[in-house]
């Protein structure tokens, strides 16, 4: 059960954050949607950004096409899910960060396409804080450095409260997105932070992904791990 903190207004929209370690994607998907559906049921509850890593999985989508999955399904030792965000296929595992926004957009825009933006420009601030120069491509969501993607975005709204979110890779195993086309670009490549900063500090960099979070969307973070029952 969960408990919300009893405050008034202020003139910051607050959000609970939920600042995890690896958690498997069943999980974290099943945790997701439970905190859309509050949300939807309940207008008045605080929006909630979830930060963690994966175990190596696999997801799609839910029109991506199988076309773009160059493994046998049924013989690869990684799981694959099939989901409700926009998108194709794409991979996930430790030292890449997930950040899973579940805000109202009755309380922004309700706008898709700058609720996109929005998420773009958060690894936008993120990368310029270690001087590199990340970019967007007409056409095409997420986040390019040095012509290769760092961040992946795929979202679902349902009644205008958000799910899913974006996935920067920091420090991860890229061998992953070798079995894939990732995200369905068969002419880009995907990159990752410490291809450009060495020994680069997960941590950090988790940190910096919510405070920028707070400073794009205008919003207050509660810890959410204290509302927890």
Same mark, same amino acid.
């Given at each position: 059960m969960l408990t919300y903190p009893e405050r008034k207004f202020t003139s910051k929209h607050q959000c609970l954050l939920y600042n995890c370690g690896v958690i498997d994607y069943q999980t974290a998907w099943i945790w997701q949607k439970s905190l859309q559906k509050e949300r939807i049921v309940d207008r008045n509850i605080?929006?909630?950004?979830?930060?963690?890593?994966?175990?190596?999985?696999?997801?799609?989508?839910?029109?991506?096409?199988?076309?773009?999955? %160059?493994?046998?399904?049924?013989?690869?030792?990684?799981?694959?899910?099939?989901?409700?965000r926009g998108g194709e296929v794409t991979y996930h595992c430790p030292g890449q960060i997930i950040a899973y926004p579940i805000l109202n957009l009755r309380h922004y825009q309700q706008d898709?396409?700058?609720?996109?933006?929005? @998420?773009?420009?958060?690894?936008?601030?993120? @990368?310029?804080?270690?001087?590199?120069?990340?970019?967007?491509?007409?056409?095409?969501?997420?986040?390019?450095? =040095?012509?290769? %993607?760092? =961040? =992946?975005?795929?979202?679902?709204? +349902?009644?205008?409260? +958000?799910?899913?979110?974006?996935?920067?890779?920091?420090?991860?195993?890229?061998s992953g997105f070798d079995r894939i086309v990732p995200c369905g670009i068969v002419d880009r490549s995907v990159g990752s932070i410490a291809e450009f900063i060495p020994n680069i500090d997960v941590d950090l960099v988790r940190g910096q992904i919510v405070r920028v979070f707070s400073e794009v969307f205008g919003m207050e973070m509660l810890d959410g791990q204290k509302f927890l029952v």
């Open positions: 605080p929006d909630a950004l979830v930060i963690l890593e994966h175990p190596p999985v696999y997801t799609l989508g839910t029109g991506s096409s199988l076309e773009f999955v %160059k493994f046998d399904r049924e013989q690869h030792e990684y799981e694959l899910y099939r989901v409700e898709l396409h700058w609720y996109l933006r929005q @998420l773009e420009e958060v690894v936008l601030r993120v @990368l310029a804080l270690h001087d590199l120069h990340g970019y967007r491509i007409d056409g095409l969501t997420g986040v390019w450095l =040095a012509e290769r %993607k760092i =961040a =992946a975005i795929g979202i679902k709204v +349902t009644s205008w409260i +958000t799910m899913h979110g974006f996935a920067l890779n920091v420090c991860p195993d890229l």
